[in-house]
């Protein structure tokens, strides 16, 4: 299985992105996915996580309700639009799957990962 993160970039603080994951290989559909992140100096961090059919999905408290997961299985793709963004939210994030199928908060969890993409926001 393989996994593209796109969708980074510079944004003002306040802005919008959307990150999209596009998975190649594999079972999309049957997949638990995720969203991580990690900044400079900074351990890696959850940040959303969907179910296999979308039917559970949540993210990190600390976001508050800032970012939304999503999934399209018809195109072995997963989003995340982020809204309202801060400079603490500069980091590089990366896209995971796990076989197991169920939305999980923890990185061990997964048996995939992408490359990751930069988000960078500017006070």
């Known amino acids: 299985v393989q996994l593209q993160a796109s969708g980074g970039g510079l944004v003002q603080a306040g802005g919008s992105l959307r990150l999209s994951c596009v998975a190649s290989g594999g079972f999309f559909g049957t997949y638990g996915m995720g969203w991580f992140r990690q900044a400079p100096g900074k351990e890696r961090e959850f940040v959303a996580t969907i179910s296999w059919n979308g039917g559970n999905s949540y993210s990190a408290d600390s976001l508050k309700g800032r970012f939304t997961i999503s999934r399209d299985n018809t195109k072995n793709t997963m989003y995340m639009q982020m809204n309202s963004l801060k400079p603490d939210d500069t980091a590089v994030y990366y896209c995971?799957?796990?076989?197991?199928?169920?939305?999980?908060?923890?990185?061990?969890?997964?048996?995939?990962w992408g490359q990751g993409t930069q988000v960078t926001v500017s006070s």
């Open positions: 995971a799957a796990s076989t197991v199928g169920y939305a999980d908060y923890r990185a061990g969890s997964y048996d995939y």
